[in-house]
């Protein structure tokens, strides 16, 4: 069974940087898509990006285009999430989550609904943007 643990959050300054991985474990990660999630204090987790399985396709939400990339190895059978130009409001625990469905804005929003439904985030890592 796929297991993903999230890592590499930290407190960061408005303006910084932070990478993400995502570490599969229990199957190999190439079989699937996979999207970057995030739930800020008091919110529901939200739809960050994704990438379909071989990585040739990228999806993010509006509130991170041009700010964040995802990419992947597969023979690390490991998935990142490179933010740059951060802000407050990127602040919140990071989760990675394999996708029901080929990766686009619906697949991250059906994702997240259902694994909230069935609570089965993985371990999520905080990130902090603050001065």
């Known amino acids: 069974q796929l297991q993903l643990v999230a890592s590499g959050g930290a407190l960061v300054q408005p303006g910084g940087s932070l990478r993400l991985s995502c570490a599969a474990s229990g199957s190999s990660l190439d079989h699937y898509a996979i999207g970057w999630f995030r739930q800020a204090p008091g919110k529901e987790h939200e739809g960050v990006s994704c990438?379909?399985?071989?990585?040739?396709?990228?999806n993010h939400a509006d509130s991170v285009k041009g700010r964040f990339t995802i990419s992947r190895d597969n023979a690390k059978n490991t998935v990142y999430l490179q933010s740059n130009s951060l802000k407050p409001e990127d602040t919140g625990v990071y989760y990675c989550?394999?996708?029901?469905?080929?990766?686009?804005?619906?697949?991250?929003?059906?994702?997240?609904?259902?694994?909230?439904?069935?609570?089965?985030w993985g371990q999520g890592t905080q990130g902090t943007v603050s001065s």
């Open positions: 990438i379909s399985s071989s990585g040739a396709s990228t």
């Open positions: 989550a394999a996708l029901f469905s080929p990766c686009n804005i619906g697949a991250l929003i059906n994702t997240a609904r259902t694994v909230t439904e069935v609570n089965s």
